[in-house]
């Protein structure tokens, strides 16, 4: 199946604005993350979707394929869905969204995701890695919930899982997943 990587990215972002144009060794983060997907070779082809003319100016300028998207999506997965559906797209199987604030996304964890769609039958896949009990109480990291089958059940930057009445804090750190944004 053909694979078609896309990386949201939206100047209004709330906790750091303009990330998507903010340095990174010289180039915007944006460039950078494109630059790795495109390096890890587990996509046919790899873009960057925006509703910015300066982002896509940018990234244009860096050799970066750019889709302009509307203004209204609520979430950089909306932005991807509507790349996916314009006919230039359509003869992609499988459609694999990299935020755009992952330059450092390993190559394990795209093709995990990508994995899980094409070779276990998941309509969606996404990654995750065992993390440490510090990230319960950052806001600004993603925490998921896995099934047994590796399914993702629920994202949260709140504290996943929540344990009451004093269970025992080791269950809580065995069970701590942080998202990657694939």
Known sequence: MRTLAVIPARLGATRLPRKPLRLLAGLPL????????????????????????????IAAANDAEVVLTGAHHQSGTERVAEVAQQPPYAEYGVIVNVQGDEPFVSREAVHGAKEMVTDRGFPIGTAAVRASSEILTEPNVVKVVAAEDGRAMYFSRAAIPFLRNGEDADIQRALIWQHIGV
């Open 30 to 57: 944006v460039v950078r993350v494109w630059q790795r997907v495109t390096d890890l070779g587990v996509a046919e082809r790899v873009v960057i979707a925006t509703d910015s003319d300066e982002v896509a100016v």
